[in-house]
């Protein structure tokens, strides 16, 4: 059964840095390429970052320049590191395959941005 495991969201302020990680078990980390999403309340979720199996990046425009994708794949892990945050960046984050499959959503990192 595949598994995704996000952590290490939390409270920043405005300017502030945070590192998300995700373990996805089974076949999903080394098949697919990997994604960060985000969601916030009355909107759909949305896909922050990409990261192909050889680690190639795409970025949301709301995000180039701040925000870095990485992946081991010796840990099945995906990194979301997230420098200059702002209010808006404030969302639960995801990770999944990308396409996202409804059948990988884990139950996500609260991030909040806020002084």
């Known amino acids: 059964q595949v598994q995704v495991v996000e952590s290490g969201g939390g409270l920043v302020q405005p300017g502030g840095s945070l590192r998300l990680s995700c373990v996805a078990s089974?076949?999903?980390?080394?098949?697919?390429?990997m994604g960060w999403y985000r969601q916030t309340p009355g909107k759909q979720r949305e896909l922050v970052a990409a990261?192909?199996?050889?680690?190639?990046?795409n970025y949301a425009d709301s995000v180039k320049g701040r925000f870095t994708i990485s992946r081991d794949n010796a840990k099945n892990t995906v990194y979301l590191q997230m420098n200059s945050l702002k209010p808006e960046d404030t969302a639960v984050y995801y990770c999944?395959?990308?396409?996202?499959?409804?059948?990988?959503w884990g139950q996500g990192t609260q991030v909040t941005v806020s002084s």
């Open positions: 999944n395959r990308f396409p996202y499959s409804d059948s990988y």
């Open positions: 089974g076949s999903i980390f080394s098949t697919y390429v």
């Open positions: 990261i192909t199996r050889r680690g190639i990046t």
